[in-house]
């Protein structure tokens, strides 16, 4: 009979333990406007949690499917190019994040790595910052400018 009851009172004592447990209901917290948009607000001001926002999108099916078919916003930025290099330019870990992911994609397409050095090279300002950059750590012979 002890043993009954000992172990009544331990399921009664977790029970009641698990019941204080205040568990975050994330469609409750964005129900609320006000605190969707600090929410959003934090991870917009926020380089690193823009980034994490960023890859957390690019590994989620449905914000592929959307970023896919939303092609025509993705032009309209690309057309304000003023308003994108401010962008940019106020967000420095964006833009590294969006150069290191170009770059990766250039390691795996021969064709876009041809067109990217292209432009490099076209660019006289590129190509002497690239010459200065390297200083002399690679041999530069048999490439155009």
Known sequence: MKTLLKITLFI???????SCQSSTDVKQILSNQDTKSAI??????????????????????????????NEKMTMMMMEDHASMMKMMKDNPAMMQGMMTEMMETCKGDSAM?????????????????????????????GMKH
């Open 40 to 69: 959003m607000d934090s991870i917009a001001n926020d380089s690193n949690l823009s980034i994490e926002m960023i890859e957390a999108m690019m590994n989620n099916e449905n914000s592929k499917i959307m970023m896919k078919g």
């Open 113 to 141: 790595m041809s067109l990217m050095c292209n432009t490099f090279l076209e660019n006289p300002e590129m190509t002497d910052m690239m010459h200065k950059k390297m200083d002399g750590k690679m041999d530069m012979k």
């Open 12 to 18: 009664a004592f977790v029970a009641v333990f698990a």
